[in-house]
């Protein structure tokens, strides 16, 4: 594993306010911290958890879009959605390895999501009913990965920042088709303008959750940006997020399911409604509309690919075997 040389993890025993003091002064001079540079465990501890709970995400997030690639309406839109799924795998891959670097495996991660201890993003608890939800999802989740995704291109630990420069050039791409999808429905018969209308119904709050609980209940933010993992606070983004989208929406001639949104002339900006953030959090916990089939989807998968991690392991085994006796035998 990338990680085995790790030379900081000792190092952490002793930390002095010196070490502390020293470590925050390179992420004051914005430079980047990589696998073998000491870090506070803490540090450590925050980006194993979030890049940790990254990866789930971009794996369990397969899942719902996975479930229309054979019900795609044309060639065309099978081939994108296909592509698409095809990056969110790459996308958990490239994550998981960022957080390799930090002395986890990747095993222990994948042991944590499927025991239900490690979390993955709310947002891949709900069902896609209809086509529409493809298009809202590339729209809309999508546009608010890269909203909170951008930012992170910028974050203090080098492995991460790096990973998510092209995972957003992809997230990019993804909202697009989405988005695509969505004007195709909207200027269509009238049964596929209520389709999009229904989509965006169903998905527009649990999007706006996705940007995770408001400033004064977020335990993390306040440590994370102070090193400068976090760029900006969930509702920072959030608000982003809306002022964006809502003249997309608008643009669709679709309706935002929301009677409080309106547009505040002095803040440039549009006010929104009350999140339910009690079903944020029985989603989060575990009590969501798919939660139990999301964690059993990805156990089967962990388990049915056994076979095949023990065989590389295996392949492994043998081909170091031979390079030593080849080594030998000279
Ligand atoms: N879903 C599930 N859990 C969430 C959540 C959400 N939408 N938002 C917050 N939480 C959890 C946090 O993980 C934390 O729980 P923990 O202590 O057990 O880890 C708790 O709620 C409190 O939240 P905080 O605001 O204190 O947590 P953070 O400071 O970590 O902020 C975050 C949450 C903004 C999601 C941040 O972790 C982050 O930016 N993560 C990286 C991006 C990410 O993971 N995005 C997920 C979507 S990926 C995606 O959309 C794929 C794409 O292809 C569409």
Redesign the pocket.
């Known amino acids: 594993m990338y990680s085995q040389g790790l030379l900081a993890i000792d190092a952490e025993n002793s930390e002095t306010p010196e070490f502390l003091a020293a470590f925050q002064a390179r992420i004051d001079a914005d430079e980047k911290i990589e696998p073998n540079d000491p870090m506070p465990a803490a540090y450590r501890k925050t980006l194993i958890?979030?890049i940790g709970?990254?990866a789930h995400?971009?794996i369990v997030?397969m899942l719902p879009e996975g479930n229309w690639i054979t019900r795609a309406p044309t060639l065309r839109r099978k081939v994108s959605l296909l592509a698409k799924v095809q990056d969110?795998g790459g996308?958990g891959l490239y994550l998981y390895s960022a957080a390799e670097t930090l002395g986890v495996s990747r095993k222990e991660m994948t042991e944590e999501l499927i025991s239900g201890r490690a979390?993955?993003?709310?947002?891949f608890n709900y069902p896609t009913q209809s086509w529409a939800d493809i298009g809202a999802i590339g729209w809309l989740?999508?546009g608010?990965?890269i909203m909170?995704?951008v930012p992170?291109c910028r974050c203090s630990y080098g492995p991460y920042a790096r990973a998510m420069i092209r995972v957003c050039k992809e997230?990019s791409f993804?909202q697009r088709q989405g988005y695509e999808i969505m004007v195709t429905l909207a200027v269509g018969a009238p049964e596929q303008k209520e389709m999009a209308q229904d989509a965006l119904n169903r998905w527009w709050w649990p999007s706006l959750?996705?940007?995770?609980?408001p400033d004064g209940e977020?335990?993390?933010?306040d440590q994370?940006t102070q090193w400068k993992i976090?760029r900006f606070s969930?509702d920072e983004l959030r608000q982003k997020f809306v002022d964006a989208t809502v003249p997309q929406a608008h643009h669709l001639g679709l309706t935002l399911p929301d009677t409080d949104l309106k547009w505040d002339k002095d803040k440039q900006s549009y006010e929104y409604g009350e999140i339910d953030w009690d079903a944020f959090w029985r989603v989060?916990k575990g009590n969501g509309p798919l939660n139990r089939n999301r964690v059993a989807a990805r156990k089967k998968a962990w388990e049915d690919g056994e076979w095949v991690r023990e065989a590389a392991l295996e392949h492994a085994r043998k081909r170091r075997e031979r390079s030593m006796q080849s080594q030998a035998a000279e």
């Open positions: 958890r979030q709970q990254h995400s971009e997030g969110e996308h979390k993955y993003s709310s947002i989740v999508d608010a990965a909170n995704q992170l997230e993804h959750m996705m940007f995770g609980p977020s335990m993390h933010s994370s976090k969930n989060v």
